[in-house]
């Protein structure tokens, strides 16, 4: 046998190798998630007619000891569409098989036609059922793009995933196809088309529009009057470079991003490198409040918000001699104020209002005394002057 020169078979290796490896990160689940998915599946057998296929379907709602199912409706109803028929007649005979479970589960009705090429069929599966998990409900990807992979996770005969082979993409009015499935026969119809981290569509057949996108089918179950509980898997985060729009009266308030990727300063342009998704923000500078506290960032790769951070007024100053002023939130940069019980006139209460760095207080005195004054605010001191009555007093609080 003629030897395979070394460097014809490294490449060989390394080729192989990376055609394993994106088959493996094809999954953007783990294996074991990935695999609770197939428990949503269900093998739906007609055994009347030697023209039905039978199919597939899968588990979108539990209501009690009801689970609904999801299918096309060729696959329950003989001869669909049926032109002649105002209201087509199931098939008679259907068995409904779920992974992990010996023997079908008994009908709870009558198969419910939905809109289009779709069908909901109830089966009775007790709550009193221990050991078998029936269903999951965070399955659903409706944020696939153009590109991304597909894959049926059934066969003609069984619930398990094929290889992956399909090729996710988008029609002129913005409607899911697929292309390219493995397998992708008549005996399919019914299946949910996985991408990788959920359930995108419903596959209805090898030609044509094979394809219901998983919005359509939530919004025709609603229709039919049924609650439609599977949800969206979370979305995956992309990195974002954050740049904040400081406002407020603190210019430098250290702030800090924090999200998936740790906590995080801003660098010399008020920018740093973060993830899509949820993130906190937030001043490592004490007494500081910034807003929005939280924000939910887009997977767009370069983003700007605003950020206003003031000084946090909420809590005990001490006035020395005076005594101590409390500060409780009122509203958006309006604060109730009371204490100093040994100014003129005994202990003040009433309103302060923020203006960039300046705090104005009006209020009256335990002796019925108007009170007004003007306090330049800095994170651990205000200072200034307290009109009470007619006698001006200065008035330094710290903290």
């Keep these: 046998m003629d030897r395979i020169p070394v460097l014809l078979l490294a490449a060989l290796v390394t080729a192989l190798s990376v055609k394993a490896a994106a088959g493996q990160t094809s999954d953007r689940l783990n294996a074991v998630v990935a695999d609770t998915y197939l428990n949503n599946i269900v093998k739906i057998d007609v055994n009347e007619s030697s023209q039905a296929k039978g199919g597939y379907g899968f588990i979108f709602a539990r209501q009690g000891d009801i689970l609904w199912i999801a299918t096309a409706a060729h696959v329950v109803y003989p001869n669909f569409p049926d032109q002649n028929s105002v209201v087509p007649t199931p098939y008679r005979d259907i068995e409904i098989n779920t992974r992990g479970h010996a023997g079908a589960w008994p009908l709870a009705g009558a198969p419910q036609l939905g809109d289009g090429d779709l069908a909901f069929i109830p089966i009775r599966v007790p709550l009193s059922v221990t050991g078998y998990d029936a269903w999951v409900n965070k399955v659903v990807e409706s944020y696939a793009k153009n590109g991304d992979p597909a894959r049926l996770p059934v066969t003609p005969t069984a619930i398990e995933y094929q290889p992956w082979g399909g ?63 599977l949800t969206e898997f979370p979305k995956p985060s992309v990195p974002v470079h954050l740049c904040l729009a400081l406002k407020g009266s603190l210019s430098a308030p250290e702030i800090r991003v924090s999200g998936e990727t740790g906590m995080a300063p801003l660098d010399a342009g008020s920018c740093t ?50 005594g101590t002023l409390t500060f409780s939130t009122s509203e958006a940069n309006s604060w109730r104020f009371e204490g100093l019980p040994s100014l003129p006139g005994g202990w003040i209460k009433g309103n302060a209002y923020m203006t960039g760095s300046t705090l104005k207080l009006l209020g009256v005195s335990q002796s019925g005394l108007p009170i007004s004054g003007t306090l330049e605010v800095t994170e651990r001191k205000l200072s200034g002057a307290l009109l009470v009555g007619s006698q001006s007093t200065s008035l330094v609080l710290a903290r």
């Excluded at 090729?167 to 949910?192: K, Q, R, Y």
């Excluded at 596959?203 to 919004?219: D, F, H, L």
């Excluded at 899509?276 to 924000?295: A, R, Y």
């Design 273 to 322: 490198d973060t993830r899509s998704g949820m993130v906190m923000i937030g001043s490592s500078t004490l007494f500081t409040s910034c807003s929005p506290q939280s924000v939910n960032l887009s997977d767009q790769p370069q983003q700007t918000i605003e950020v206003a951070c003031d000084v946090a007024l909420e809590g005990i100053w001490d006035g020395g001699p005076a």
């Design 167 to 229: 090729t996710i993409g988008h029609d002129e009015v913005g409607d899911l196809t697929v292309t390219g499935l493995v397998s992708g026969v008549e005996g399919d119809s019914g299946a949910p088309i996985f991408s990788g981290r959920g359930f995108v569509g419903m596959y209805i057949g090898s030609t044509g529009a094979n394809v219901i996108p998983i919005e359509k089918i939530a919004r025709s179950a609603n229709a039919a009057g049924l609650r439609w509980m």
